[in-house]
Structure formats: C-alpha cells, structure tokens
C-alpha cells in the first residue's frame, strides 16, 4: 500500500515569496490533515479536511497561508507572503474517518525562508 | 484551550526501561496515540488508547487514565535505534489530532 505522498521534499525561499506544498494520502482515507513542525516543537495542526470540506482550521494564518482539497483526494497548501518564522517542516498526514485509527504521516517538506 | 505536556528531554541506558509521561487538558477526549518520530522523519503510529488501563504491544506499552488527564508509554528492553521522539497526541473529537510538545529520548550503551 502506498503511503502518504509529499512534493517537495525541501524548499528554500526568501521572505515575501510564495510557496506551494502538494500532498496525496493514502487511497480511501478521507481525513486529511496539514501540521506544522517547528525544530524541537511538536506538530501543531494548521488545517483538516473530511473529504473536500473543512473541519478545522482554527489555527491556519488565514492571511497568509491557504490549502485546498479539490475533489476529496490531493491537497496543496500555500503561504503568501512567506516570513521567516514559517521556517519548519510542513508534515501532510490521513486517517480513515473513524476515531480510532491512526494518521499515516508523509515525509514533510522542510520549508527555510531567508 | 488545549494543553498537553511532556517532558522535553529523558536519557536512559541500553536495556533499561523508560516510563515517558503526558498530561492532558483538552476540549474533549475521543483516544490518545502515542507516536515515534526519528530526526529527519515522519511521525510513525505507536500505540492507540481510549478506555483505562495498560496496552501492551511487544516491547512497548501504554496507560491511560481519562478521570486523570494522564497517560504514559513504557519502553522495555532499551536499544540503541530507541533513541526518537515520542509524541502524545489526543483526538479531541471529530478526529481533531492535537499533539504534545514531544518528548526526546536519548539511549546511550
């Protein structure tokens, strides 16, 4: 079974440009959820998505960063304009849409802004 | 709000056991996991907990006590490739996965 997909893998950007980050879960899983890890912090949740909707993004930086997941399946989230402290791994994770699976977590973009 | 804490750092020896603590404060409480995340990579699934008690899997286990806001993975038989993150993380409802700070193990021989 093929995991959790993420593009790219690394980015380097300077600050007041844009960035985009692509992820494809796992075929099946409706839950989708973006995070963002600073160095040495755990993942702090930006966006979930149950299918095409969204279920939360309370702590999203809605004037700057935006995601989408058209069609239910791939999702891409954006930062416009970037600023140094977005520096961290983006991490893309799915679930099944019952509460006692587990997220399958992909490989994270590290995202540094200069 | 949504709290969850964990020691930021432990050290332990090779074969030794390591008891890493969380606790817990959040808006609602539908399962804690318990995952593993080695520098550089993912976060992999641990251990899933929704009712009182001890979860066993092989050299891991894991304890829940919802009335206190507390739980703890137990490492048993310590090796070097132990040597991760752990991350506590609570389903707070409609699958909302919120995670701890995070716990850095280091094992040494």
């Known amino acids: 079974e093929a995991g959790v997909a993420q593009s790219p893998r690394y980015k380097i950007i300077e600050k007041r440009q844009s960035v985009a980050f692509w992820c494809n879960p796992i075929?099946?899983?409706?839950?989708l959820y973006w995070y963002q890890q600073i160095l040495g912090q755990g993942p702090k949740l930006l966006i979930q998505f149950q299918n095409n909707g969204v279920v939360d993004d309370s702590q999203l930086p809605k004037d700057r960063f935006s995601a989408e997941r058209l069609k239910g399946v791939d999702s891409t989230l954006k930062i416009q304009p970037a600023k140094l402290e977005d520096s961290a791994v983006y991490l893309c994770?799915?679930?099944?849409?019952?509460?006692?699976?587990?997220?399958?977590f992909g490989q994270g973009t590290r995202l540094t802004v200069v | 709000g949504q709290n969850i804490d964990q020691p930021t750092e432990m050290t332990a020896t090779e074969g030794a056991i390591v008891q890493i603590n969380c606790t817990y404060q959040?808006?609602?409480?539908?399962?804690l996991f318990w995952y593993q995340q080695h520098a550089g990579e993912a976060p992999t699934f641990l251990s899933y907990n929704v009712l009182d008690g001890l979860e066993e899997k092989g050299r891991f286990s894991s304890f829940l006590s919802r009335s206190k806001g507390y739980s703890y993975l137990l490492l048993k038989e310590l090796q070097m490739k132990d040597s991760a993150s752990y991350l506590c993380?609570?389903?707070?409802?409609?699958?909302?996965?919120?995670f701890g700070t995070g716990t850095r193990l280091l094992v040494s021989p």
């Open positions: 075929s099946g899983h409706a839950t």
């Open positions: 959040t808006s609602g409480f539908n399962g």
């Open positions: 994770a799915s679930s099944l849409p019952t509460g006692t699976t587990e997220a399958f």
């Open positions: 993380a609570v389903n707070t409802g409609f699958q909302k996965l919120v």
